[in-house]
């Protein structure tokens, strides 16, 4: 083998498909569904749409929209298969903007759903009376 060939491999072992990579840091339970997901736009790699095939590695920055929420993280390695979470969160850093923001949709979620609650029997008549003339 040849020393470029062997800088070839070298590079190559640094660096995951995107829809692989998302599986192994745990983004997504399925590789079909972080194939899907990039497919749909949801995954960006340094601020392009891409394609699953698209290579990441160590310094990339990827951004994630997943159920209303948004992480944006640094790669800072890949693994050859899917371990523990802990193995999985030593694959990506997540930067300081996108930990605040995603608290703060997370906390605006709580508050909304503990403020609206499930309507009582005398709020749901209220409710189908007003829904229902005409």
């Known amino acids: 083998m040849s020393p470029a060939e062997k800088d070839v491999r070298a590079a190559a072992a640094d660096r ?19 194939s899907s997901a990039v497919d749909n736009g949801q ?13 990441v590695g160590t310094g990339s920055m990827v951004e994630v929209r997943k159920g209303g929420l948004a992480w944006s993280v640094e790669v800072t390695g890949v693994a050859a298969q899917r371990g523990s979470a802990q193995v999985a969160a030593q694959l990506y850093r997540e930067t300081s903007e996108s930990a605040a923001a995603r608290a703060q949709a997370l906390a605006q979620r709580a508050a909304v759903s503990t403020a609206r609650g499930r ?16």
């Open 16 to 34: 995951m498909r995107v829809d692989k990579w998302l599986w192994v840091a745990r983004f997504y339970k399925t590789r079909t569904l972080a």
């Open 43 to 55: 995954v960006r790699v340094n601020g392009e749409r891409v394609k699953p095939a698209q290579l």
């Open 119 to 134: 309507p009582t029997k005398k709020e749901r008549r209220k409710l189908e009376d007003f829904l229902n003339e005409p």
